[in-house]
Every structure is written in C-alpha cells, then in structure tokens.
C-alpha cells in the first residue's frame, strides 16, 4: 500500500474537518501537535492531542447542531499549496467567508509510514483591512 502524498492527506483531513467527522479528523492529528485558533476565546496555543480535543470536539457538536450537513462547514480552499521539505509539507490556502478572509497553514510531518498534522494555524482578517 502506498502512502497518500502530503496533498493527499490534508485533503482528507480537510474533508473530515468539513464534514466534522471526528475520527478521522482525530487520527490525522499528532500527539503532540500545536494549534493557533482564529478566535477570541482561544487566545492560547493549543500544545497535544488533549488540548485540541477540548477544543474542537465541543465546536463539531455545537456547529452540527446548528447546520445541516454533512458537509457542516463548506470549506472551499482557495490557493492551496502545498511544500515537501523531506518528511515535513507545509500546506497554505485561504478560505472565503464573507466579509472575513481566512488564512490557514498545515504543517504535515512523516512519521510511520503516515502524514500526521503537527500544527495548525488559523487567522482571520476582515475583508475591509485587507483591501486597504
């Protein structure tokens, strides 16, 4: 069996993120894996599997309430890239949402034969400071 490119694998992470599908969504990421969120309560890194979950594990439950679906979020990654620098891939794209333009970086490390997400940073900027 093949193992999927870095591309590959964010995509599927992506998708599991999309469709607030916790398992594969969970699996995707490394133990110990970093998280910078996009909100206001979440003004902290988010250092391990531990922290993320307590995180994002309340925000699928709540925005899958909220929302029909699947798919829950309509993620629609613009200018993706992605980078290989050996057994590390960064990953960039922005995502579209109204009046906010999202910024997001993945960073994929190789271990065991699988591309594991170590960190994830998310910002957001309104569309009317960008275009200034």
């Known amino acids: 069996m ?3 490119s870095p591309l590959q694998a964010a995509t599927a992470f992506l998708e599991a993120f999309d469709n607030l599908d916790w398992e594969p969504f969970s699996r ?3 133990p110990d894996a970093t998280v910078f969120m996009p909100f206001a309560n979440v003004i902290r890194r988010l250092d391990g599997h531990e922290q993320i979950a307590a995180v994002f594990q309340p925000f699928f439950a709540q925005v899958r309430q909220q929302r029909p679906g699947p798919p829950y979020l309509n993620l629609n990654p613009l200018d ?3 980078r290989q620098l050996g057994h590390v891939a960064i990953i960039t794209f922005h995502l579209d949402d109204g009046p906010i333009w999202c910024r997001r970086t993945l960073i994929l490390e190789q ?3 699988q591309w594991l997400l170590i960190h994830l940073h ?3 900027m309104p569309i009317a400071l960008a275009s200034s």
């Open 80 to 82: 993706l890239t992605c």
């Open 122 to 124: 998310a910002s957001n």
């Open 28 to 30: 995707a990421i490394a």
């Open 2 to 4: 093949t193992m999927p």
């Open 111 to 113: 271990r065991q034969g």
